[in-house]
T-cell receptor, first 114, second 113 residues
C-alpha cells in the first residue's frame, strides 16, 4: 500500500533553534500534502496544506513565517519550525491522499523544545 | 458553528463484546466519512470510508453506518480483542480535491481480556 515516510520520529531541540521535518511519499506522487499538529488527548489540527511547486496554504492562526513549508517535488514536503519555543512542543504529522480512498499518514514527529 | 463530536473520550469493554463508537457533526456536508485508528505516538491508520449515499460498510469485524439526516456515523467492532485497544478517530471528507480531513477528538477504546 501507499506509504508516507516521516523523519525524524522524535527530536529534542533548544529554544531558539530550528527543526526540519521531512515527509516523503514512497510509492506514489503527492501533489498535495497536509500538515497537522496534535497536542495530548486532542484532535489532529490542520496547520497547512502544502502544494507541489506553489506556496502553502496556512490555517487561521498558524504563523507562516514560523512554520515554513516547502514542497519542492512530487514526493517530498518539509516543515521547518523556526526559532522553536517550548509551546511549539507537539506531535507533528503529515498526510497525503494516494487514491480515492483514505489518506495515508506519516508516523509522526514528536518535537520537544527545551 | 461547525463541530465534530465523538461522544465518549474513553470506552472500556470486555473481550468478545461489540464496541460501538459514535461520531456526530453539525454544520458540515461531508461527501465521505472516514474512520482511522491511532496508536500512541503513531500517525493515524485508515480503516474505512463510507460515502454519503451509502448506509453501511463492512470490513472483516468492522462496520460503519452513516446517517446524513441525523448527521451521525456509528463505528462497530465485533468480537473485540485486546489488540483492538487504540484511539479511533472519525474524520469528515468534503470530497474536494486537495482538501484535508477534519478530525474528531477520538475515542480511546480499551478491551480487557
Amino acid at each position: 500500500g501507499a506509504v508516507v515516510s516521516q523523519h525524524p520520529s522524535w527530536v529534542i531541540c533548544k529554544s531558539g533553534t530550528s527543526v526540519k521535518i521531512e515527509c516523503r511519499s514512497l510509492d506514489f506522487q503527492a501533489t498535495t500534502m497536509f500538515w497537522y499538529r496534535q497536542f495530548p488527548k486532542q484532535s489532529l489540527m490542520l496547520m497547512a496544506t502544502s502544494n507541489e511547486g506553489s506556496k502553502a496554504t496556512y490555517e487561521q492562526g498558524v504563523e507562516k513565517d514560523k512554520f515554513l513549508i516547502n514542497h519542492a517535488s512530487l514526493t517530498l514536503s518539509t516543515l521547518t519550525v523556526t526559532s522553536a519555543h517550548p509551546e511549539d512542543s507537539s506531535f507533528y504529522i503529515c498526510s497525503a491522499r494516494p487514491g480515492l480512498n483514505g489518506y495515508t499518514f506519516g508516523s509522526g514527529t514528536r518535537l520537544t523544545v527545551v | 458553528s461547525q463541530k465534530i463530536e465523538q461522544n465518549s473520550e474513553a470506552l472500556n469493554i470486555q473481550e468478545g463484546k461489540t464496541a460501538t463508537l459514535t461520531c456526530n457533526y453539525t454544520n458540515y456536508s461531508p461527501a465521505y466519512l472516514q474512520w482511522y485508528r491511532q496508536d500512541p505516538g503513531r500517525g493515524p491508520v485508515f480503516l474505512l470510508l463510507i460515502r454519503e449515499n451509502e448506509k453501511e460498510k463492512r470490513k472483516e469485524r468492522l462496520k460503519v453506518t452513516f446517517d446524513t439526516t441525523l448527521k451521525q456515523s456509528l463505528f462497530h467492532i465485533t468480537a473485540s480483542q485486546p489488540a483492538d485497544s487504540a484511539t479511533y478517530l472519525c474524520a469528515l471528507d468534503e470530497g474536494q480535491a486537495g482538501t484535508a480531513l477534519i478530525f474528531g477528538k477520538g475515542t480511546t477504546l480499551s478491551v480487557s481480556s
